[in-house]
């Protein structure tokens, strides 16, 4: 038995590698706790490369069934920036900033024209979506919201003391995690729901990578965690999430799959890795649904049409007679007709009918060369014929005194005994 394609049975997930350099070169990677956890769950992951140019080839990484952004760089600010809604830094912030968060700072372009289309093709066609952290931000602004471009600078300053709290803590990178209050009846909620401590308040602690931030979340979505300070923790739309449907589009700035005890690969709650369950399920789903509306429909014939192309389409196998008994030129408007022949030998150079008789095509394409070689008639039917290929040339010569009558007959079957 022949081994099947996997990539036709298991559904695909689009993740953008992010840049790095290494060894005095770029290398492009994604953390593998997120390819585990896909893998996992039953799905397979598509890296798409952080290359210049890929942004303008991204139908060839399709079928497309789920996108996951994670990682990378802050996003262009002028994405989400405008004369009506600009920056609250000054330029001597915005450098001191830069300082402070260089990994970070560096605005990669190309990174943000990939990922914003991905975005926008999830949205226009409701396929899987899930953002962690630089990709939850991305699906917030790709929507309409905008971001914090330093939630220390632009959102604690507003802030007394005992709300602030640190996002970010380059000495204690992965240990490092903030208080988190969960919204009730959100998808977070339900995840979490055994590890929530405090009867009122659904608390529990998330770890923070991160510098900027959800500023003005997009209409579309409704949060489902706050920090203290105040910031969107997480975030989904609710008219697109039912993952037994195939329906999830979700941000979460923290990283699940990364809280995990120290030294060991086991998650701090058993809700980490749902998030990845249930957009690999809405994966497999939306899978599932595109491929049973895909099944080709009947054919509806409009029987008008199909006799006014069959008219057309004797008349431009006519002109092919023309050519060879008479006429020496042949109007413009009567050359567009006869495109409408070469189109139908097109389509119809590889039936069962025309490969049947492709030695009697040769034999008629010789002997019409020998009479034709330096006639003018030959040199006009060269002109016209000379856009066509060879093969399309070899079917014309075989059947162009006899394709109109055959078409005819078998159109007038096929029109009459259907009508």
Not at 262 to 287: I, L, M, T, W
Not at 358 to 377: A, D, L, R, Y
Request: proline share 5%; charged share 25%; net charge neutral.
């Amino acid at each position: 038995m022949a081994t099947e394609d996997l990539s036709t049975i298991l559904p695909r997930v689009v993740i953008v590698s992010r840049r790095s350099v290494r060894k005095n070169k770029f290398v492009d990677f994604v953390g593998e706790y997120h390819l585990d956890l896909i893998v996992n769950y039953g799905a397979v992951p598509i890296i798409v490369p952080r290359v210049s140019g890929i942004h303008m080839v991204l139908e060839s990484f399709e079928p497309i069934h789920g996108v996951l952004l994670c990682e990378g760089e802050d996003v262009d600010p002028s994405f989400y920036e405008s004369h009506l809604n600009s920056s609250d830094l000054t330029p001597q912030q915005l450098d001191e900033v830069r300082q402070l968060h260089s990994s970070d700072t560096a605005i990669d372009k190309e990174k943000d024209s990939i990922e914003f289309r991905l975005a926008k093709l999830c949205l226009d066609r409701n396929i899987p979506y899930l953002g962690i952290c630089r990709g939850s931000q991305v699906l917030n602004v790709a929507c309409g919201g905008t971001l914090y471009q330093d939630i220390e600078t632009e959102l604690h300053k507003k802030l007394p003391e005992d709300q602030r709290l640190a996002h970010m803590n380059y000495e204690n990178y992965d240990g490092h995690r903030h208080l988190v209050e969960v919204v009730k009846g959100t998808p977070l909620n339900k995840w979490f729901k055994e590890s929530l401590v405090g009867d009122d308040k659904m608390e529990m602690f998330v770890n923070s990578y991160h510098h900027q931030g959800v500023k003005q979340l997009a209409k579309r979505f409704v949060p489902m965690a706050f920090a203290p300070d105040g910031l969107i923790e997480g975030f989904y739309d609710p008219n697109n999430y039912n993952p037994d449907e195939g329906k999830f589009i979700m941000g979460l700035q923290f990283h699940p799959e990364r809280m995990r005890k120290h030294n060991s690969d086991e998650f701090d709650y058993s809700g980490c890795p749902r998030a990845y369950q249930e957009f690999v399920k809405a994966v497999v789903s939306y899978q599932r649904k595109i491929n049973s509306t895909s099944v080709t429909k009947p054919i509806k014939l409009d029987h008008t049409l199909l006799e006014k192309k069959r008219r057309v389409l004797v008349r431009s196998f006519s002109l092919a007679r023309e050519i060879y008994f008479a006429k020496d030129e042949i109007h413009p408007s009567a050359e567009s007709e006869l495109k409408v022949g070469e189109e139908f030998l097109k389509k119809s150079s590889s039936s069962k009918f025309l490969q049947s008789n492709i030695e009697v095509s040769q034999q008629q394409e010789t002997k019409w060369k020998e009479g034709w070689e330096n006639s003018p008639k030959g040199n006009l039917a060269r002109k016209i014929f000379g856009k066509m290929p060879v093969e399309q040339l070899t079917n014309l010569v075989s059947f162009y005194q006899t394709m109109g009558k055959i078409c005819s007959q078998v159109l007038d079957l096929k029109i009459h005994g259907m009508s």
